[in-house]
């Protein structure tokens, strides 16, 4: 990426291409405006200012998608064979790294991300799940089989792209998350119709033109803007899609299952979390404060992985909330483009109003606020890292997810009883993720596998991994993305057997 291009010069670029013009839909290679005529708009959540006119979709608009999506499969797609699907898909990944300052400071002005995190997690994130996924397209395979029936058989398994897939993506993470869907889905031979959030469809748009440059098939890689409630309901009930691929809310991802029912459509869900840290007495806390700070911190708290909860032990209690506390302070809340920048705004001010009662709520319900606990003042939807502790499990910020920069922590004594520390890992209803910090390797591995998460670090912190299948337990989703079980996802068996006598 060329980060040389004075900031000045890149927003007039921004500027030009998005200010007074309407952000159309990609259906069957071509870009058009809702039939409806009707619009919405995104905001800069570090002002509140007005970003860009966006087409909304609706029903006609969906149908037209997963028509040209359906047509793009029974046609020219399913042609293209496994080594030329792998060479779009990289290819596509050389157009992210090529517009990567583009792509970055959308990402920073749509979703609020300071603009180094951009870089990093979006366009980098991106262009690793494109490069990582295309080496699957080469190396799906099916199985040969010995059956006991009567007589000579030559039995074998295929393993057939699903079909046409929607797939619904997060406003968090909008660039690396649509790459991530986007990728296994071609590399298995379906075809895609994305649907981005309302608060965040930018990054998208500009991935669908970047699919057309890549030379990926018209209709293979269709881009439906529009709301959650009506496109994207739309999409999840729509009777031609074969597979729904959705990541968001666990309330969204219910309606998800229920829409599902109009054909029996494959589902994946990556849905919510309230992740735990566990922080024993003999850990490297050179290691873990800053990572256990961070794990909730980074991104102002916007990720179903956060580590949300804290249960530290008691010998080193004081030492890691001071450290944690510290850093929230240390720590620069500001405007997305300045590169000092760790902490930007909340998404929305919905969003903050969301947060922010969060934090009353622990208030009332006997939580101290050791740091933070208010909105910072200006323009913008910015809200302090904070940390309450005396939380209990019945609280309703130990509970329930605040996607938020909010930890909430509780002191644990016995530390040799991984049952009982397991039990407070696994008191609400999600599981998606857990971090442990102890150089007790028979604990760390104890505890691992007795809580119920879908993904565990043990001394150590990071983002997602293509390589590593991620989802979660309970009300965190359904199946699983990433790795080969997030290409297996995206494909349906078929056993033939043939009668050699």
């Not at 800053?290 to 909730?296: H, L, V």
Request: proline share 4%.
């Amino acid at each position: 990426m060329n980060t040389q291009t004075p900031i000045e010069t890149r927003l007039e670029a921004f500027r030009e291409r998005w200010s007074g013009k309407v952000g159309k839909m990609l259906i069957g290679g071509e870009w058009r405006e809702a039939q409806s005529g009707e619009t919405f708009s995104t905001e800069d959540p570090a002002t509140g200012e007005k970003l860009a006119d966006v087409a909304s979709g609706g029903q006609a608009d969906v149908d037209a998608a997963v028509a040209a999506a359906r047509a793009a499969f029974e046609g020219p797609w399913s042609k293209v064979k496994p080594d030329e699907r792998a060479r779009l898909i990289n290819k596509l990944a050389d157009l992210i790294e090529a517009n990567g300052e583009e792509l970055a400071l959308t990402e920073t002005l749509d979703v609020g991300r300071p603009i180094q995190f951009s870089r990093m997690a979006d366009v980098g994130g991106a262009i690793g799940q494109l490069r990582y996924q295309a080496g699957w397209a080469t190396k799906i395979q099916g199985e040969t089989n010995e059956i006991s029936a009567p007589g000579e058989w030559l039995s074998y398994v295929l393993r057939e792209p699903v079909g046409v897939v929607g797939q619904i993506v997060p406003w968090n993470f909008p660039l690396a998350m649509a790459a991530a869907k986007l990728g296994p889905a071609l590399a298995a031979g379906c075809t895609v119709v994305l649907k981005p959030a309302e608060q965040t469809p930018l990054s998208t748009i500009r991935l669908g033109e970047l699919a057309l440059e890549a030379g990926i098939p018209e209709g293979v890689v269709n881009v439906v803007t529009g709301y959650g409630r009506t496109a994207g309901a739309m999409l999840a009930s729509h009777m031609d899609v074969d597979k729904i691929a959705f990541t968001g809310s666990t309330q969204t991802g219910r309606a998800i299952i229920e829409a599902s029912k109009t054909n029996f459509k494959r589902i994946s869900l990556e849905l919510g979390g309230k992740s735990p840290t566990f922080i024993f007495a003999d850990a490297d806390l050179k290691k873990a404060i800053p990572a256990a700070a961070m794990g909730i911190f980074f991104n102002a708290g916007q990720v179903c992985a956060a580590g949300s909860r804290l249960f530290v032990a008691e010998e080193v209690a004081d030492q890691v909330l001071e450290g944690i506390a510290g850093m929230a302070k240390m720590l620069r809340v500001g405007h997305t483009l300045d590169p000092e920048t760790i902490i930007g705004p909340l998404v929305s001010e919905q969003q903050l109003d969301r947060v922010t009662g969060y934090i009353e709520s622990g208030r009332q319900e006997g939580a101290t606020v050791l740091v933070g606990g208010g909105r910072k003042e200006g323009p913008g939807w910015f809200v302090e890292p904070t940390v309450l502790v005396d939380t209990e499990a019945n609280m309703k910020v130990r509970r329930e997810e605040i996607f938020g920069p909010v930890l909430c922590a509780h002191r644990f004594t016995d530390a040799d009883d991984a049952d009982r520390l397991a039990r407070m890992g696994n008191e609400t209803e999600f599981g998606l993720a857990a971090s442990i910090w102890t150089r007790d390797i028979s604990m760390a591995h104890k505890l691992a596998r007795r809580l119920k998460a879908g993904s565990i670090r043990i001394n150590g912190s990071g983002g997602v991994d293509p390589a590593l299948p991620l989802g979660g337990y309970k009300s965190s989703g359904w199946g699983r993305e990433n790795g080969k079980a997030g290409i297996d996802a995206y494909t349906e068996l078929k056993a033939v057997s043939v009668a050699l006598d």
